[in-house]
């Protein structure tokens, strides 16, 4: 395990990674999750052997630090991921990032173009104020204390589901709260602005064929965003068609500048 401070206080930001060749892999959790646990099983597979690859959690999260007066913002969290990525050396990444950790990774690319050679993203978050759902956007129509202390952190985690609440249960109450209310306000310029108009970055954005609707998705395409479904599965992409998944981390193209494409469907 590895650990770099990512504030004043000595809060540190801390991740797992395995050695290996080629522009660094970076998992990169949604809200609530850690990297590890959803990306083990794919950075395990023989199509990844001898890449070097690595797993943050970002504040809040996993085995990260959790402090109290930290902001929690989308920039706070890449300003945390860009300290790791600078503390590993790593420069020119290949960013694989989940859902909220998808808006974290455009934030990044943003601030620091150095850092990102390609965003990976799955069913990443790109729009502020979303219907309200049992994620992110239940989690903030929740006043902080009423999710802290007012048995809100509780009534989340029953509803969640037991897969998603296996990871939320171990993340700060405090941390996920600001999160959640951050993704949701989202940035501005939009996550969404960021993504396609990126430069130099190879972009790609996975949906999962269950539930197959992504607003915009001929503007993302029409930007260069390579858009591909992935049938048989959901939110959870990694878990539910790991064989695709594989086929789109290992895929050609990785790290190169993106050209315009149509929407693909992998099999």
């Known amino acids: 395990m590895r650990q770099a401070e990512f504030d004043t206080r ?9 050695e290996g060749e080629g522009p660094a892999l970076v998992y990169v959790h949604g809200l609530g999750s850690m ?19 690595l797993f943050v959690d970002l504040p809040g999260h ?20 860009a300290v790791a990525l600078d503390t590993a050396g790593v420069a020119g990444a290949e ?8 808006a974290v990774a455009i934030v990044l690319a943003d601030r620091r173009p150095d850092l990102v050679a390609r965003l990976l ?27 802290v202390r007012g048995g809100g952190f509780v009534e989340v985690l029953a509803r969640v589901g037991p897969l998603w609440a ?10 996920l709260h600001r999160t959640a209310v951050a993704l949701v306000r989202g940035t501005r310029p939009t996550m969404r602005e960021l993504f396609m108009t990126a430069q130099g970055v190879d972009r790609t954005y996975l949906v999962g064929g269950l539930d197959d609707d992504l607003p915009g998705r001929a503007a993302l395409i029409d930007s260069g965003v390579r858009v591909v479904t992935i049938p048989d599965a ?7 068609n790991p064989a695709a998944f594989v086929r789109e981390v290992a895929g050609p193209g990785s790290g190169s500048a993106a050209q315009p494409s149509r929407t693909a ?3």
């Open 234 to 240: 959901g939110h959870n992409v990694m878990f539910d």
């Open 265 to 267: 469907t992998a099999r």
């Open 10 to 18: 000595g809060s540190r930001i801390r991740w797992t990674q395995s």
């Open 166 to 175: 296996a990871t939320m249960r171990l993340a700060d109450p405090l941390g």
């Open 121 to 147: 993203l799955t069913e990443a978050n790109l729009d502020p104020q979303p219907v309200p759902t049992a994620g992110s956007s239940g989690i903030a129509t929740y006043t902080e204390a009423e999710f």
């Open 62 to 81: 996993g085995i990260s630090d959790r402090p109290a007066d930290f902001g929690y913002t989308l920039e706070d969290h890449a300003d945390a991921l």
């Open 35 to 53: 990297s590890a646990v959803y990306h083990a099983h794919i950075a395990g597979h023989p199509a990844l052997a001898g890449r070097r690859q």
């Open 95 to 102: 960013l694989v990032a989940h859902s909220m950790g998808g």
